[in-house]
């Protein structure tokens, strides 16, 4: 959102009369720079959400990955911070898939039995009395668990745990 205003004080500054030139072609070329930053950032959302493949395993749920990317955005602004934008997308996007599962698929006896497989949050988790949708997005939870958790960044364990526990409340 930032960077909306940025674009929208760079048009109206190009209009000045006592416009520094070098400044604006700075600003043009940092805008452009995070743009594509964020067309990437984007393309690598879209691989992992393709892969996630929510159109065709869950076709009652919403896919709106950039949708969720920009949410992400919203939240964390600042080009350098890109690995947890992307996270914020990919949990953001899981999550919308449990909030669908919840309010327009799942009986409410699946549901519990989600609930409780949550509870443990281990592949141990997953039982025979869990119907296949919620098998593949709970194994889908975990992953993004595990993936959260070896991204390699410093306090990633904490990061994960929390995660956990934010789905745990959401249920």
Not at 61 to 73: C, H, M, N, Q, S
Not at 74 to 90: D, M, N, R, V, W
Not at 153 to 163: L, R, V
């Amino acid at each position: 959102m930032e960077r909306l205003k940025i674009h929208q004080y760079i048009s109206f500054y190009q209009k000045e009369e006592s416009r520094n030139e070098t400044l604006l072609k700075f600003a043009k070329l940092d805008y452009n720079r995070i743009q594509l930053l964020y067309r990437q950032e984007l393309a690598i959302l879209s691989r992992w959400s393709r892969d996630l493949n929510v159109t065709h395993k869950y076709p009652y749920a919403r896919d709106r990955i950039v949708e969720t990317y920009e949410w992400a955005l919203g939240s964390i602004c600042e080009p350098q911070f890109g690995a947890s934008q992307l996270t914020i997308a990919k949990y953001v996007q899981v999550e919308t898939v449990l909030d669908n599962i919840y309010d327009a698929y799942g009986t409410l006896d699946e549901l519990y039995r989600f609930i409780a497989a949550f509870e443990r949050c281990n592949v141990d988790g997953i039982d025979d009395q869990l119907p296949g949708y919620m098998k593949n997005r709970y194994k889908g939870f975990l992953k993004l668990f595990e993936e959260t958790e070896n991204d390699g960044n410093e306090g990633s364990s904490f990061k994960t745990s929390y995660a956990k526990e934010m789905v745990r409340f959401a249920g």
